[in-house]
């Protein structure tokens, strides 16, 4: 079935390019590729929209083949009309295909089913015809009277009768869809506090009630939730997630309120068309008894799961931005980097490494209780920094963090030392210790040793380091841990296969972690390119790949663009020039009066000829698309050229605060380490992040933070309130210059 119509539709694009967007997806095209090398073909569809042409498109080939499952399983009960038929080949969501399967669809035994095997069947449908309107009711019922199964009354048997047109009206699709919108338009979550707790997730806290009398309560992060209530068309996915772990956990309850009476009294008017029918009172109380037993739990179920959903969907795609951002920092280049991974029993690790990430000395040091060892860690760490020359620290932020900040600054400040440091995350570097890449990489080093050098390396290239941990690890979304497993790893490692082939892999240093995100390879693939590397040396040209089992010319055509080699035989190996246009970059490079072998010499000179040719008029004459001629321009320009360079530099440090010494009014300058529906958490320095509320991020209206702020992103605020007590700092980027 062709779809490109549709998704042309939804997407707003050009039909042709979503039909050839569509083919090369299908011919197995990784999307990287086709957003950078096929631009002409799509109309230069760029990775976004063509992940969302990819989704869409699964999801309606997953709807046409429901749909034929459906009309196969209606038509096996010989009960599929040509009008139900063009129904479900109408419809345009699962939901309506479900809706319009359900009457059908085969249900463990309920009152409606136990009323048909006693016969009832044929008095429900004479009281959904409406036509009797002479004569007794209970004389007609009384046909159906019948001992043997158990209808032992004209009553019982309207009775029977009602529980099957009330389950009639709960499955019918277009009385569902009525109730529906009712939910959506007028429906209110509603969430309360559990009388009963299975475990404790707050703090214990003391307060004295109105009469004098000291009572002791426990707070918990649900507070606001105890007596709350909210529109469901209104309420922020955020919330959603929120009120579904204080569930979780048996701190809430929550049910959605909608107006019962009024949802009844519409579907009566849809189903009752005779008032004046014998049988309308039974209609009337059969429909009250559908709606409110089992229409309405129902589309509480429904809606309550498609609400998650949409707290779930907006999370991912929050998490997916964070990821993204965060990947993308720019690497510290030529430092020597000392990293610390913070701990109080147990002692800070510490791993020295080279301005190329090898890993020089490790040690241990035990300045904090119980050892208490302060000055034994400073000569410790003095040695360390003058013996290796070290200009950068990062201190992981987790347990004992800011009493190492402490100590590093103190000791910077005491002994003048030509050193900064910075608070990295160290979200998942205890996961990269024990995994199998860890042991590979350090394997006779301690795991508790190997979280250090993870630190370090993470200002040289966060993205080489982080590519090594599982993405889930990284801490910089909003209830992650809440959604759904399989979209959560599909999304994220969309985003990590995104980001390593936007900024390009080095072919002679790259690891095969690193490696099996670049488009078309897969792990085992990576690895074969080290080995490769490994046994036979650095690789000269990017077509040498093509000696490596498995690795054909459809894999090459997918890789080779995104990959570098930094001090190859040709200057176009290390820029992101597609080894199918070498030949017209040369001929662009002709036309501005150099060659391939001037590139790494008159770099400058050569831009400045780029700057001057008209690219329309060069793609003309080339016989070429102008936005394959206008990249190629673009690379040439830079050979080299890393695009995270252009980003804002790690923030470094020298001294440190102390939540004490936060005073209202405050102007610093911090770090973005995680951005959420409802603000950014800023690092400034203390031992808590900061929280900028999304009305202080900006002085204009925003619809979310990710339009103001990333993570990574250095930014000045202004310190609005401290709580000492509760240890939270409210901040405001409204600062004034």
Request: glycine share 6%.
């Amino acid at each position: 079935m062709d779809f490109t119509k549709v998704l042309s539709q939804e997407l707003g694009w050009p039909l042709q390019g979503t039909v050839q967007a569509v083919q090369l997806l299908e011919e197995g095209n990784t999307i990287p590729f086709i957003a950078r090398y096929r631009k002409e073909a799509t109309g230069e569809m760029d990775e976004v929209t063509l992940r969302r042409l990819a989704e869409r498109l699964e999801y309606l080939q997953n709807l046409a083949k429901r749909k034929e499952e459906v009309l196969r399983l209606i038509g096996e009960q010989e009960k599929l009309t040509p009008e139900l038929a063009q129904s479900i080949n109408a419809a345009v969501t699962m939901q309506q295909v479900e809706d319009l399967y359900r009457p059908f669809r085969p249900k463990r035994r309920t009152r409606a089913s136990i009323a048909r095997e006693k016969g009832l069947e044929p008095l429900a449908q004479l009281l959904q015809d409406q036509s009797l309107v002479k004569g007794d009711l209970l004389s007609y019922a009384s046909q159906y009277v019948n001992p043997e199964l158990e209808v032992n009354s004209a009553e019982e048997a309207l009775a029977g009768a009602r529980d099957i047109l009330a389950e009639e009206v709960a499955d019918d699709p277009f009385l569902r869809e009525i109730a529906r919108k009712f939910f959506y338009e007028k429906g209110l979550l509603v969430t309360t506090k559990a009388k009963t707790k299975a475990k404790a997730v707050g703090k214990t806290a003391v307060e004295k009630t109105a009469a004098g009398k000291t009572e002791v309560t426990e707070s918990t992060p649900y507070e606001m939730y105890y007596e709350y209530e909210e529109l469901v068309r209104k309420i922020p996915p955020h919330r959603i997630l929120a009120i579904n772990r204080g569930e979780k956990e048996e701190v809430l309850q929550a049910k959605i309120v909608v107006p019962e009476e009024e949802i009844v009294t519409k579907l009566g008017q849809r189903v009752l068309t005779n008032p004046a029918s014998l049988g309308a009172a039974q209609l009337k109380e059969a429909v009250a008894d559908g709606a409110c037993r089992l229409l309405f739990p129902s589309l509480e179920r429904e809606i309550r799961r498609e609400l998650s959903e949409k707290g779930e969907k907006q999370a991912i795609v929050v998490f997916s931005q964070n990821l993204r951002n965060l990947l993308l920092q720019p690497p510290v280049r030529g430092q020597m980097v000392l990293g610390i991974d913070p701990g109080f029993r147990t002692g800070c690790k510490l791993a020295v490494i080279d301005d190329t990430g090898k890993l020089l000395e490790i040690g241990v040091i035990f300045p904090h209780p119980p050892q208490g060892q302060k000055r034994e860690a400073g000569t410790k760490l003095k040695e360390m920094i003058k013996k290796w020359q070290v200009t950068a620290i990062t201190i992981g932020n987790g347990t004992a963090s800011r009493e190492t900040e402490a100590l590093v600054a103190d000791l910077i400040r005491e002994e003048n030392l030509a050193v900064s440091y910075t608070i990295v995350s160290e979200a998942g570097a205890s996961v990269y210790s024990a995994s199998p890449l860890a042991r590979e990489e350090f394997p006779t080093l301690d795991l508790s040793y190997r979280s250090g050098v993870s630190i370090a390396r993470r200002i040289q290239d966060p993205l080489a380091e982080l590519v090594k941990i599982d993405p889930k690890s990284i801490g910089v979304g909003q209830y992650q841990h809440d959604v759904n497993t399989k979209e959560l790893n599909q999304a994220l490692q969309g985003v990590v296969e995104s980001c390593v082939n936007t900024v390009g892999v080095e072919l002679n240093t790259a690891s095969p972690s690193l490696l099996q995100y670049v488009a078309g390879l897969s792990p085992g693939v990576a690895k074969a390119v080290v080995e490769r590397r490994e046994s036979k040396g650095r690789y000269r040209v990017r077509k040498e790949l093509l000696d490596i089992p498995r690795l054909g010319e459809r894999t090459f055509q997918q890789c080779s663009g995104f990959l570098r080699i930094a001090e190859g035989d040709n200057p176009l190996e290390n820029t992101p020039v597609h080894p199918e246009s070498y030949e017209l970059a040369e001929q662009i490079l002709s036309l501005a009066g150099y060659r391939v072998q001037d590139l790494s010499v008159q770099e400058r000179e050569i831009r400045a000829a780029l700057e001057k040719l008209d690219l329309a008029e060069t793609a003309q004459r080339l016989e070429a698309g102008l936005p394959t001629v206008r990249d190629i321009s673009e690379a040439l320009k830079r050979p080299g050229r890393d695009p995270r360079e252009d980003l804002p530099p790690v923030l470094f440090r020298q001294d440190v605060l102390s939540l004490e010494d936060l005073r209202e009014g405050m102007v610093l300058m911090g770090t973005v380490r995680n951005v959420v529906d409802f603000g950014a958490f800023v690092d400034i320095g203390v031992k808590q992040d900061g929280l900028v509320h999304i009305s202080q991020l900006s002085n204009k209206y925003i619809k979310h933070p990710l339009e103001v702020v990333s993570v990574g992103d250095v930014v000045k605020v202004k310190v609005l309130q401290v709580d000492q007590e509760r240890g939270r700092i409210s901040l405001t980027m409204k600062v004034e210059e």
